[in-house]
């Protein structure tokens, strides 16, 4: 690596905006579906709960091997960062391209779908009137961030609080605090009705997948005002924050609908808050998803941004992205790159709607294999790097670690298996053959310069 000419992150982000950007990723438009869905797969309250709180255990697994990854290498390029440490440019590549090319990206661009067909609802632009939307937001978020990280965790900061308000609303509705009062619903025993365990598998996955987003706490690590201890009790506090928020809109949720209603509902808060307060109901449920939406938009920009930055600073081919405007605290062409991808995304998936959500839906096998890796990676660099200083170390090791690596590599057959039975797996095969094919060129590349 040859950080000569480049400037480098300097610790301008404060500990609340670290958690609004971690908290902004997590809670994101899964939390208004995923409860129906587990609902439908245990039908037990009990053991619905119980799923989720397994969903938090494994959260705080990965959390806390990443804290110790992340006191141990602060690095605005995170778990690429790690994987570079513990096996290599070669690896770390093929992740750092998979988040950039399609990971990251997509997620970006699907979100802003999501935002686009509610703005929608509110003021209509036309026949591609979710396209315009989705495009504009993306270019004025990338803007935001572009002015600096000052200004974008601020933003990030009032986003997150009104989302967080918008999960206090639903709570309150189901528990009876506000709104019209809802009828009485009984309720059968916790932990009367066992499902199989691979349907409490299944709910384990669609859970996992709604906490997902934790693992980006690492991509602001160098960043954070405190150093080490701060980054701890950020990605600590985040998950902890979020599965409070979790559970209580789950309880509210089975308080105010029934396990039986709560189950066969598309939309649970929709219902819920409709009971309350009849079409007004609706509405502000869109504007919940709609910020949610913006909210986790603005979150992926900013941690997207620095896989592109890491990548740049590590090869000579890509050199453009690893440049940080230090005053700013941003990674101005990194983002501009990760903008051009998001627009083309958009541009593709309002053609083949079918296809860019498999390509996005589907490189899950991809994200969690690579995840799988950085919870081995624990065990690696403890025995490579024991001269490293560490402020923070696993608690129950080898536990937690082996905890987590178990969980990832359960999740990623899970996810292959689902994609191979939808006939999409080869999107996956399709994005790594080209980060393949674009590793030989940047090599044969550097080869080259260090033969002249």
Same mark, same amino acid.
């Given at each position: 690596?040859?950080?000569?000419?480049?400037?480098?992150?300097?610790?301008?982000?404060?500990?609340?905006?670290?958690?609004?950007?971690?908290?902004?990723?997590?809670?994101?438009?899964?939390?208004?579906?995923?409860?129906?869905?587990?609902?439908?797969?245990?039908?037990?309250?009990?053991?619905?709960? $119980?799923?989720?709180? &397994?969903?938090? %255990?494994?959260? +705080?697994?990965? @959390? !806390?091997?990443?804290?110790? *990854?992340?006191?141990?290498?602060?690095?605005?390029?995170?778990?690429?960062?790690?994987?570079?440490?513990?096996?290599?440019?070669?690896?770390?590549?093929?992740?750092?391209?998979?988040?950039?090319?399609?990971?990251?990206?997509?997620?970006?661009?699907?979100?802003?779908?999501?935002?686009?067909?509610?703005?929608?609802?509110?003021?209509?632009?036309?026949?591609?009137?979710?396209?315009?939307?989705?495009?504009?937001?993306?270019?004025?978020?990338?803007?935001?961030?572009?002015?600096?990280?000052?200004?974008?965790?601020?933003?990030?900061?009032?986003?997150?609080?009104?989302?967080?308000?918008?999960?206090?609303?639903?709570?309150?509705?189901?528990?009876?605090?506000?709104?019209?009062?809802?009828?009485?619903?009984?309720?059968?025993? $916790?932990?009367?009705? &066992?499902?199989? %365990?691979?349907? +409490?598998?299944? @709910? !384990?996955?669609?859970?996992? *997948?709604?906490?997902?987003?934790?693992?980006?706490?690492?991509?602001?690590?160098?960043?954070?005002?405190?150093?080490?201890?701060?980054?701890?009790?950020?990605?600590?506090?985040?998950?902890?924050?979020?599965?409070?928020?979790?559970?209580?809109?789950?309880?509210?949720?089975?308080?105010?609908?029934?396990?039986?209603?709560?189950?066969?509902?598309?939309?649970?808060?929709?219902?819920?808050?409709?009971?309350?307060?009849?079409?007004?109901?609706?509405?502000?449920?869109?504007?919940?998803?709609?910020?949610?939406?913006?909210?986790?938009?603005?979150?992926?920009?900013?941690?997207?941004?620095?896989?592109?930055?890491?990548?740049?600073?590590?090869?000579?081919?890509?050199?453009?992205?690893?440049?940080?405007?230090?005053?700013?605290?941003?990674?101005?062409? &990194?983002?501009?790159?990760?903008?051009?991808?998001?627009?083309?995304?958009?541009?593709?998936?309002?053609?083949?709607?079918?296809?860019?959500?498999?390509?996005?839906?589907?490189?899950?096998?991809?994200?969690?294999?690579?995840?799988?890796?950085?919870?081995?990676?624990?065990?690696?660099?403890?025995?490579?790097?024991?001269?490293?200083?560490?402020?923070?170390?696993?608690?129950?090791?080898?536990?937690?670690?082996?905890?987590?690596?178990?969980?990832?590599?359960?999740?990623?057959?899970?996810?292959?298996?689902?994609?191979?039975?939808?006939?999409?797996?080869?999107?996956?095969?399709?994005?790594?053959?080209?980060?393949?094919?674009?590793?030989?060129?940047?090599?044969?590349?550097?080869?080259?310069?260090?033969?002249?």
């Amino acid at each position: 690596m040859n950080n000569d000419a480049l400037q480098i992150p300097g610790r301008l982000l404060s500990r609340l905006g670290a958690i609004a950007i971690i908290v902004g990723i997590v809670i994101g438009a899964g939390i208004f579906k995923t409860p129906s869905m587990v609902a439908g797969i245990t039908g037990d309250i009990g053991w619905m709960m $119980a799923i989720w709180v &397994a969903g938090f %255990i494994i959260s +705080l697994a990965g @959390a !806390l091997c990443y804290a110790e *990854l992340a006191t141990m290498y602060p690095h605005a390029g995170g778990d690429y960062h790690f994987l570079n440490k513990a096996y290599g440019k070669n690896i770390s590549f093929l992740y750092g391209w998979a988040k950039a090319t399609v990971i990251n990206t997509g997620s970006i661009a699907l979100l802003a779908f999501v935002f686009g067909d509610y703005m929608t609802k509110v003021l209509p632009l036309g026949t591609y009137s979710t396209v315009i939307w989705a495009i504009m937001i993306i270019i004025v978020l990338t803007g935001v961030n572009l002015i600096g990280i000052h200004l974008s965790s601020g933003i990030q900061s009032v986003l997150t609080l009104f989302e967080v308000a918008g999960l206090v609303v639903i709570i309150a509705v189901g528990f009876g605090f506000i709104g019209s009062p809802l009828p009485s619903v009984e309720h059968a025993p $916790a932990f009367s009705n &066992a499902p199989s %365990i691979g349907l +409490l598998g299944l @709910a !384990l996955v669609f859970v996992l *997948l709604t906490f997902g987003g934790w693992n980006e706490s690492a991509y602001i690590s160098a960043e954070v005002k405190g150093g080490s201890k701060a980054i701890v009790s950020v990605i600590v506090l985040s998950i902890i924050l979020i599965t409070v928020i979790y559970l209580l809109v789950n309880w509210a949720l089975i308080a105010g609908l029934g396990m039986d209603k709560l189950a066969s509902s598309k939309a649970a808060p929709a219902d819920l808050l409709a009971m309350a307060f009849g079409p007004l109901g609706e509405k502000l449920l869109g504007l919940f998803v709609a910020v949610a939406a913006l909210t986790s938009i603005n979150a992926t920009m900013i941690v997207g941004a620095r896989t592109n930055y890491a990548i740049g600073d590590d090869w000579d081919g890509l050199r453009f992205m690893g440049q940080w405007e230090s005053k700013r605290g941003s990674p101005t062409l &990194a983002l501009l790159v990760q903008s051009a991808i998001c627009l083309a995304l958009v541009g593709f998936g309002a053609f083949q709607a079918d296809g860019f959500d498999a390509m996005v839906e589907f490189t899950a096998p991809v994200f969690w294999f690579f995840l799988f890796l950085i919870g081995i990676a624990v065990f690696i660099l403890r025995a490579k790097d024991r001269s490293v200083k560490r402020d923070f170390s696993i608690p129950l090791y080898p536990i937690t670690p082996l905890l987590f690596c178990a969980s990832c590599a359960y999740l990623s057959y899970s996810s292959f298996a689902y994609a191979h039975s939808k006939g999409a797996v080869y999107i996956s095969i399709y994005v790594m053959l080209l980060g393949v094919i674009a590793l030989i060129f940047l090599r044969a590349k550097s080869e080259r310069q260090l033969s002249q």
